[in-house]
């Protein structure tokens, strides 16, 4: 947004078609997380970033009741498309995540793919985490994605991964940077902002930073760090709610953080 280069996230279809590997791994993890983190089954559930609503999608599959919170309106229109597609209920909110409230209190929320780092400042961070608290119940959870990186490592991160979708006949491939489209139907080609890589990058975080940043919050306290355990043939990351472990210096994993109990 406010950059003038034309981004993914301004073509729903061609993200949908990018980030539409096979999701339920990770949708599963926050299913049964939200479970075993004490979420009563069938409550209400909030997606921050939620784009076009992959994971959304299939949660409220599963039985929840899913708000999805997005600044951008044609991620929402095409999710609540695909919702009504899938005979699925799905509330959007159109709203910045670093600043909203909701009517309803919600029993907890979560953030896919690292989406808390395009967050740009401790501040924008921090009053992220306050407007989630905001809305969430007392003791709710926040399942926050989030890949770290090593202190010591330089600044800017080794460029992220690069890889390609098709879905008919459109081809989306990324290469961190930018993405290019290939749209066979409307003899479309696109080069795009990928907004996850190149300028303004995700903003990278020590596991200490972020704890330090909870700290400061007031807001929430870290309960569990499920780290990936391992990876399926095609690549996607797994996570196991049976497998908590330790802080990692580096590297991805699900962070599982339990809003504090004086939370404003
Ligand atoms: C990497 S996508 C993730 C989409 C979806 N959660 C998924 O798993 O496929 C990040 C999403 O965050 C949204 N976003 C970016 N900045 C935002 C902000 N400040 N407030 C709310 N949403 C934002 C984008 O519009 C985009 O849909």
Redesign the pocket.
């Known amino acids: 947004m406010g950059h003038g280069k034309q981004s993914i996230?301004d073509y729903p279809l061609y993200y949908d078609i990018l980030?539409g590997w096979n999701r339920d791994a990770e949708s599963g993890f926050y299913d049964a997380a939200f479970r075993h983190y004490g979420v009563p089954p069938g409550g209400r559930l909030l997606?921050i970033?939620?784009?076009?609503g992959?994971?959304a999608l299939r949660l409220a599959g599963r039985g929840w009741q899913v708000t999805g919170?997005?600044?951008?309106p044609d991620?929402l229109s095409f999710l609540k498309a695909a919702a009504g597609q899938a005979g699925l209920s799905i509330r959007t909110v159109c709203?910045?995540?670093?600043g909203f409230t909701l009517k309803q209190p919600q029993d907890g929320a979560y953030c896919?793919?690292s989406?808390f780092r395009?967050l740009e400042s401790d501040e924008a961070a921090l009053s992220h985490l306050r407007a989630v608290a905001g809305v969430l119940r007392g003791g709710g959870v926040y399942v926050l994605d989030l890949a770290f990186r090593a202190e010591t490592e330089a600044a800017h991160e080794p460029p992220a991964e690069q890889w390609a979708m098709r879905r008919g006949g459109v081809e989306v491939r990324t290469d961190a940077e930018k993405v290019y489209v290939e749209d066979a139907a409307s003899g479309r080609r696109l080069t795009l902002e990928a907004g996850?890589g190149g300028s303004p990058a995700l903003r990278p975080y020590g596991s200490r930073a972020f704890v330090n940043l909870l700290d400061r919050s007031d807001a929430f306290t870290l309960e569990a760090w499920h780290p990936e355990a391992g990876r399926s043939r095609e690549g996607i990351s797994i996570f196991d709610v049976q497998r908590p472990g330790p802080l990692p210096m580096a590297g991805r994993g699900m962070a599982v953080l339990r809003r504090a109990a004086g939370a404003a």
């Open positions: 996230y980030f997606e970033g939620v784009g076009t992959q994971v919170l997005d600044v951008r991620m709203a910045d995540m670093t896919p793919l989406t395009i996850w």
